[in-house]
């Protein structure tokens, strides 16, 4: 396999038609899915895979997919996206990961998104990266705080506004640390 990032317990890749399946199950997962509208189904899946392939192309980063090295198991994603919602900030690259529940607990999420932000900062001429997740998400907050973002704002998410209890987001900024890149 070809890893764009490969950390030590991490290979962090773009996306194949192989991990529809895989991916398909995390996205129907109540658990995996708790902090957003619904779970998604396989076409929805299917989508972002073609979404995630195509920013890759454009920009030589996306949500990447994410294999366990030591198993060659895709076990979610890791990584960098657009984000042009309307916001104070955007557009801007935001960092997100998705887990399976069976790898929660192990240090992945922090792991991968440390080298996204590695690899942002040495193969991109991206200065600040963004985290956004909603206010109850407090896994992601312990995540972004372990990686030193900084609260920008806490705001009413637009493309949530038909969900109340998960509208209300914190977005949260690492700036490129200076004599990097």
């Given amino acids: 396999m070809k890893y764009i990032i490969k950390t030590e317990r991490l290979g962090l890749r773009n996306w194949t038609n192989k991990d529809l399946l895989p991916m398909s199950a995390l996205n129907a997962d109540h658990r995996v899915m708790e902090y957003f509208p619904s779970i998604q189904n396989a076409s929805k899946t299917s989508q972002f895979i073609k979404r995630m392939?195509?920013?890759?192309?454009?920009?030589?980063?996306?949500?990447f997919a994410v294999d366990k090295l030591e198993t060659h198991e895709f076990i979610g994603f890791i990584g960098l996206c657009n984000q042009d919602f309307e916001n104070n900030y955007t557009p801007f690259v935001d960092i997100g990961w998705r887990l399976s529940t069976k790898h929660w607990g192990n240090g992945y999420a922090t792991e991968g998104a440390r080298a996204c932000l590695q690899y942002a900062w040495n193969h991109t001429d991206l200065t600040e990266i963004f985290c956004v997740f909603t206010?109850?998400?407090?896994?992601?907050?312990?995540?972004?705080?372990?990686?030193?973002?900084?609260?920008k704002e806490v705001f009413n998410h637009p493309l949530l506004s038909?969900?109340?209890?998960?509208?209300?987001?914190?977005?949260?900024?690492?700036?490129?640390p200076l004599g990097k890149g």
């Fill in 53 to 63: 392939q195509d920013h890759f192309n454009n920009h030589g980063y996306c949500y």
């Fill in 135 to 151: 206010k109850s998400n407090k896994p992601s907050e312990n995540v972004a705080t372990k990686l030193n973002f900084s609260l």
């Fill in 162 to 176: 038909d969900y109340p209890t998960l509208q209300s987001c914190k977005l949260l900024s690492l700036k490129k």
